[in-house]
């Protein structure tokens, strides 16, 4: 071949390499501009309107920390679509939706969208355990691990505001929590004492840019350093539910619920879940301690690891297995999470193939309304073992 020729040939090749890289590169560009969202993107007045669910999903503390990780807040529109905000990461970080206001967690910050939209910087938070609403006080919160300190054995931070006012504040509970849960006006919690790990119910009021903590019984519970709470508090006028978890072996565990009556002040340990093989321990534990339980129609309702759904009926006393979610024994469970709304149960899980749905099941009928596949356009990466999706929320 004449050097005439191999000189064309070659600037052939490098026209075609980089008419290659090029498209890749505008390829890639345009991706991330379609699934990459900004504050200004969500401010839009009917954004919020055309999503179906969001997700919160985060690396771990010790990455966190580390400054090599990051979390998003991912929304899932009504064709099944995802997108996301990139995020300041929270470990078990998550979002809260009320009336057309979503609160979203950061690392630094807080985001409020809908009709009063703003964000505010924050002391830094990296170990999340939970995010609510008090309706009658027009409050959003979210607690965190915040760890020992001088004054207390353990203090757990509280972020906290109206979202009319527009303006967060920070307290401390100076105590361990296991639990969470919610009156309309106050947070009710379980705590542990580290020394003795006894554990106690109180009641903690957001009031005047502090927290006010009132306890309420310390629980007869009996080998209570065995026992950890797996379920948020449930309330209805007469009682507090939430459900134990005693760990014996890897073939052997048992589940109960705690029943405290808010009139006698008494408590009722019922035996409530048994596992007695190594599958059903190794995968029993829900996806979402937060999200596990729920409160319908004089019923309470706890879903685990496995899919299976339970309900106790809070007049009679009977327990029974009330349904099953799609399981995959192969699928990443880390990538998986339930939520109870509005009479139904919502449930986010990925496929052998990698691939994402989300079904919903009618808690009367016990039927599945809905079955989507989400496109998740790469947002999530599903091989990283520290990387976990923490919540899900249904917006509409």
């Known amino acids: 071949m004449s050097f005439k020729k191999i000189t064309v040939f070659i600037g052939i090749v490098l026209?075609?390499?980089?008419?290659?890289?090029?498209?890749?590169?505008?390829k890639t560009t345009k991706t991330s501009a379609k699934t990459n969202l900004t504050f200004q993107d969500i401010k839009k007045k009917d954004f919020l309107h055309k999503q179906q669910a969001v997700l919160y999903a985060s690396h771990t503390t010790e990455?966190?920390?580390?400054?090599?990780?990051?979390?998003?807040?991912?929304?899932?529109?009504?064709?099944?679509?995802?997108?996301?905000?990139?995020?300041?990461?929270?470990?078990?970080?998550?979002?809260?939706y009320h009336k057309k206001k979503l609160y979203i967690e950061d690392a630094n910050q807080i985001f409020l969208i809908g009709k009063n939209t703003n964000k505010q910087k924050m002391p830094?938070?990296?170990?999340?355990?939970?995010?609510?609403?008090?309706?009658?006080?027009?409050?959003?919160?979210?607690l965190y691990n915040t760890g020992f300190s001088t004054k207390?054995?353990?203090?757990?931070?509280?972020?906290?505001?109206?979202?009319?006012?527009?303006?967060?504040?920070?307290?401390?509970?100076?105590?361990?929590?296991?639990?969470?849960?919610?009156?309309?006006?106050?947070?009710?919690?379980?705590?542990?004492?580290?020394?003795?790990?006894?554990?106690?119910?109180?009641?903690?009021?957001l009031r005047e840019k502090e927290a006010k903590v009132i306890k309420l019984t310390e629980l007869p519970l009996k080998h209570p350093s065995n026992l950890d709470i797996i379920s948020p508090i449930m309330a209805d006028k007469n009682s507090y539910y939430f459900v134990m978890t005693d760990y014996q072996s890897e073939?052997?565990?048992?589940?109960?619920?705690?029943?405290?009556?808010?009139?006698?002040?008494?408590?009722?340990?019922?035996?409530?879940?048994?596992?007695?093989?190594?599958?059903?321990?190794?995968n029993g534990l829900p996806n979402n301690f937060n999200h596990s339980s729920y409160l319908y129609k004089n019923h309470f309702y706890y879903v685990n690891g496995l899919g299976e759904v339970y309900r106790y009926n809070c007049r009679d006393g009977k327990i029974r297995k009330y349904l099953n979610l799609e399981f995959e024994s192969t699928a990443?469970?880390?990538?998986?999470?339930?939520?109870?709304?509005?009479?139904?149960?919502?449930?986010?899980?990925?496929?052998?193939?990698?691939?994402?749905?989300?079904?919903?099941?009618n808690l009367s009928s016990?039927?599945?309304?809905?079955?989507?596949?989400?496109?998740?356009?790469?947002?999530?990466?599903?091989?990283?073992?520290?990387?976990?999706?923490?919540s899900i929320e249904i917006l509409n």
Do not use: C, W
């Not at 290659?20 to 590169?25: C, L």
């Not at 709304?341 to 449930?347: A, S």
């Open 251 to 282: 073939k052997r565990e048992d589940l109960s619920l705690i029943i405290y009556n808010r009139q006698t002040k008494e408590t009722e340990i019922k035996p409530f879940i048994s596992y007695r093989s190594e599958e059903q321990v190794d």
């Open 366 to 390: 016990t039927k599945r309304e809905k079955l989507q596949k989400i496109k998740m356009n790469g947002l999530i990466p599903q091989n990283d073992k520290d990387y976990f999706l923490t």
């Open 124 to 142: 830094s938070e990296l170990r999340g355990i939970k995010s609510g609403y008090l309706p009658a006080t027009d409050q959003f919160y979210s």
């Open 15 to 26: 026209v075609l390499l980089g008419g290659i890289f090029g498209f890749r590169h505008f």
């Open 63 to 96: 990455l966190l920390q580390e400054g090599k990780g990051s979390g998003q807040a991912i929304f899932i529109d009504e064709d099944g679509n995802a997108r996301r905000l990139r995020l300041d990461g929270v470990e078990s970080g998550s979002t809260y």
């Open 152 to 205: 207390y054995d353990y203090k757990t931070s509280i972020r906290f505001g109206n979202s009319k006012e527009k303006r967060f504040h920070v307290s401390q509970v100076p105590s361990f929590i296991s639990g969470v849960g919610e009156l309309t006006d106050r947070l009710v919690v379980l705590t542990q004492n580290l020394i003795n790990d006894h554990f106690s119910l109180q009641e903690v009021f």
């Open 332 to 361: 990443n469970h880390k990538l998986e999470q339930v939520r109870f709304q509005n009479g139904r149960i919502h449930h986010l899980y990925s496929d052998e193939e990698g691939n994402f749905f989300i079904e919903t099941y």
